[in-house]
């Protein structure tokens, strides 16, 4: 049994957290909320993503998974208004989710679960530094580096946190200092990114006000924000490039 | 070609897609045969450039690279290198095949028969020096890495296996088990639509994969015990037991317990006997190799395929385009951190 209901823009922000990784996700079911574990075809990045029942105005669960079509949803939720509710029943007979958005009725045929990719394992790393800051300053360093180059640096120096693309010809770096930050943890960090995958990510964190990035050398970076007011959060960890010498 | 115990093993089909991130040693030898026997004309040619000089091997492995590549797999060739002292009668045996297969092909061919004609083409195949020379250069070119074994190149790439550094082989012998390779895969380098011999009938062939443990566990046997099914059936070093199927060697084997047994029995001798179960066992490998995938170096591609053996620019710079995509990139994935 599932039955929910919640802020259509909250959830439409919270399936675009997904989205920007895959096309299809697994949707854990409990009492307790959703849970999506999910890694892109590439094996490059993955996504953990669990919303609260507290996100919903509305939540009766039992234990269930179910499989959605990511992109279906994103069509929904492209035409619903500011501050609607969408209330959400599952049919488990026919495994079709039906929506009520807006005076509109959807009936989405789900997916079977074991169709799509399984969950991944999560690695457990210790990662020597962290810098919490606004999402929007990470947006801003990467779109900056999308402009010259398709990968860039993320790094500690003491103090500093820097963000760097070097391209062919040029390069641009922005530096924020302990200050310009929310906190700063210092440790050897330097690795670079591939900023196909970074820009999707810094997408839906932009929107966060505070972003936490943990770094290592020439390792994963996790990026995590809360989603859903609080009620929820995300958290991406996306695999290094390979500095070539 | 291999030791014929192919009927008592189970298997189970798979997707390339499911060898996603593996590391797959390739029988080199075995594959281009493959493709010198499957890659031909209706009437049994093969691929030829404008000088005469066969090219079904470098299509095999530019087109049916690439896709394997694309679905995520790592190959590395492993090329044979000299065979054990033994194998000297069934290499002359074949070659003997080979000549005969020859002389009926042109004879099928002069009388206009083109399923016997594509039949004995088949049979005609031969990897020559040239035929290895020219694919490890395309290899090398497309960024695919090669081993040299210093014996035989199934028992190198399931060293290999067994070391931890490629996690499948990839052959249509059954070889590779008897040298102890946990995993087999078949059908991996020939797999889509192939026709059955004889019959205008098309079959949709899929990779699968053999697991040694579990078909010892089946069987009710040990490795060794395997070996010497291997050798009544007759394996490519001796001519087995006249009149043991595989059905008859393990029940054989499973009475008497061992080949030794087998022979005292029944009075037989085979010759090297324990020469060759050592050599199943412990055969000559190296540890002299590197395994690393590279950008395909597309011109020199380009230059060879186009260039020396008239392949068509367009669809080869549409294949490059599709391997770039996949290897040697200097991106790593999530499973490294594991």
């Known amino acids: ?245 | 070609m291999g030791v014929d115990i192919g009927e008592l093993l189970k298997r189970s089909t798979i997707e390339v897609s499911d060898l996603s991130l593996n590391v797959v040693a390739i029988d080199a030898f075995n594959t281009l045969y493959q493709f010198l026997s499957i890659i031909r004309q209706r009437d049994g040619t093969p691929l030829k450039d404008s000088q005469g000089n066969i090219t079904s091997h470098l299509s095999g492995i530019l087109y049916r690279m690439t896709n394997i590549v694309e679905a995520g797999v790592k190959p590395v060739f492993v090329f044979d290198g000299k065979p054990p002292e033994f194998k000297y009668s069934t290499i002359q045996k074949r070659t003997e095949v080979r000549e005969n297969a020859k002389a009926k092909w042109a004879e099928a061919k002069e009388q206009g028969l083109a399923e016997e004609a594509y039949k004995y083409a088949q049979a005609s195949a031969r990897v020559d020096a040239t035929i290895v020379e020219d694919s490890k250069k395309l290899l090398t070119a497309m960024g695919i890495p090669y081993v040299d074994a210093p014996s035989e190149g199934e028992a190198q790439a399931a060293y290999m296996v067994k070391k931890g550094d490629a996690d499948r082989i990839a052959s249509q012998d059954y070889d590779s088990l008897l040298f102890g390779s946990p995993k087999v895969v078949r059908n991996l380098t020939v797999s889509g639509k192939r026709k059955l011999p004889k019959k205008n009938i098309y079959v949709d062939v899929k990779p699968e994969l053999i697991d040694l443990k579990e078909n010892l566990d089946e069987l009710g046997i040990n490795q060794s015990q395997l070996i010497d099914i291997a050798l009544c059936v007759g394996t490519d070093y001796n001519d087995g037991i006249e009149g043991v199927g595989p059905k008859t060697a393990l029940k054989l084997v499973k009475e008497y317990g061992s080949i030794e047994n087998i022979l005292q029995e029944k009075g037989l001798e085979i010759e090297n006997l324990e020469g060759i179960k050592e050599f199943f066992k412990s055969p000559p490998v190296t540890d002299d190799y590197s395994l690393k995938w590279n950008k395909p170096d597309s011109s020199a591609v380009i230059s060879f395929l186009c260039g020396e053996h008239d392949f068509s620019e367009d669809r080869v710079t549409k294949a490059l385009e599709r391997l770039e995509a996949s290897l040697g990139s200097d991106q790593s994935t999530l499973d490294k951190w594991f």
């Open chain 1, 1 to 245: 049994m599932f039955k929910a209901t919640i802020d259509a823009d909250i959830l439409k922000t919270a399936i675009e957290t997904l989205s920007v990784l895959v096309d299809e996700a697994r949707f854990r079911i409990s009492p307790e909320g959703i849970v999506v574990r999910a890694v892109d075809p590439a094996n490059v990045a993955m996504v953990s993503f669990d919303l609260n029942s507290s996100a919903f105005d509305e939540f009766n669960a039992d234990d269930s998974e179910i499989g959605m079509d990511l992109s279906k949803i994103n069509d929904i939720f492209s035409v619903a208004g500011r501050d609607e509710k969408v209330v959400m029943e599952l049919d488990e007979m026919s495994q079709k989710m039906s929506l009520h958005l807006g005076g509109l009725s959807y009936t989405l045929a789900l997916l079977d679960p074991s169709t799509i990719r399984a969950e991944p394992r999560i690695p457990q790393l210790e990662l020597p530094a962290e810098v919490v800051l606004n999402g929007k300053d990470l947006q801003r360093a990467v779109k900056a580096a999308e402009k010259i180059s398709d990968h860039m640096l993320l790094g500690i120096d003491e103090d500093v946190f820097y963000m760097e693309a070097e391209g062919d010809t040029d390069r641009v770096r922005l530096d924020m200092t302990r200050d310009s930050l929310i906190d700063l943890k210092s440790g050897e960090a330097r690795s670079l990114f591939s900023l196909d995958y970074l820009s999707d990510i810094v997408k839906p964190a932009s929107r966060s006000n505070e972003v936490t990035v943990e770094l290592g050398k020439d390792f994963p970076v996790k990026i995590g924000f809360a989603i859903a007011n609080g009620a929820g959060k995300v958290g991406y960890l996306l695999a290094p490039r390979i500095e070539s010498d």
